[in-house]
Nanobody, 124 residues
């Protein structure tokens, strides 16, 4: 599975962005998909994850109520709608995919496939 993240950019605080992660190589319709981010000088952190049919979704507390993860299995793509962006959301955002269960992935954070990252910069 190859993952290509896109949609990052430079925005002002309060603005919005929508990130996309397009998968290729095989269908990811039965994969758990996730978004992570890594800010300068910090470790990579979990942002959001969605199971294969969107029936189970989890968010980090820091983005809950502002970010929305969704997927379109027909397009082999997962999205991250980011509203009310804050300067502390500045980071490189990565998408990830794995066949294991969402509960396992949330607990152990062992994802098999990663995208290359897209930079989001939020100015104050």
């Amino acid at each position: 599975v190859q993952l290509q993240a896109s949609g990052g950019g430079l925005v002002q605080a309060g603005d919005y962005l929508r990130l996309s992660c397009a998968a290729s190589g095989r269908t990811v319709s039965n994969y758990v998909m996730g978004w992570f981010r890594q800010a300068p000088g910090k470790e990579r952190e979990f942002v959001a994850a969605i199971n294969w049919n969107g029936g189970s979704i989890y968010y980090a507390d820091s983005v809950k109520g502002r970010f929305t993860i969704s997927r379109d299995n027909a397009k082999n793509t997962v999205y991250l709608q980011m509203n009310s962006l804050k300067p502390e959301d500045t980071a490189v955002y990565y998408c990830a995919a794995d066949l294991r269960g969402l509960g396992y992935l949330l607990k152990y954070s062992e994802w098999d496939y990663w995208g290359q990252g897209t930079l989001v910069t939020v100015s104050s």
